[in-house]
Nanobody
């Protein structure tokens, strides 16, 4: 089992920045691909960014490319999402998730955090 706990969400004005953190505990963190998903009210969950265990393979949703950066610290068992130039359409609950391999599909992720709310005001 892997336990994931997100933090860093909040209310920010458009154009502002936030950094989300996801702390992992339990089984070894390193072999997992980590990802951030988000779900806005009335919308389906979508992947925002993912990073493989070595940090060499990154993936981003088109809507966040150039604005968001995913990174991980395998010593601290933590994955981060730096979000810059935030837009109102980025408003959602953001979830951290872990999978055994690189995937953009939520069904491939075995472990999920409880989510953290990000609200961007215009």
């Amino acid at each position: 089992q892997v336990q994931l706990v997100e933090s860093g969400g909040g209310l920010v004005q458009a154009g502002g920045s936030l950094r989300l953190s996801c702390a992992a505990s339990g089984r070894t963190f390193t072999p997992y691909t980590m990802a951030w998903f988000r779900q806005a009210p009335g919308k389906e969950r979508e992947i925002v960014a993912r990073i493989t265990w070595g940090g060499t393979s990154l993936g981003y949703a088109e809507s966040v490319k150039g604005r968001f950066t995913i990174s991980r610290d395998n010593i601290k068992n933590t994955v981060y999402l730096q979000m810059n130039n935030l837009k109102p359409e980025d408003t959602a609950v953001y979830y951290c998730a872990a999978a055994h391999g690189p995937s953009n599909f939520g069904s491939e992720y075995s472990y999920w955090g409880q989510g953290t709310q990000v609200t961007v005001s215009s």
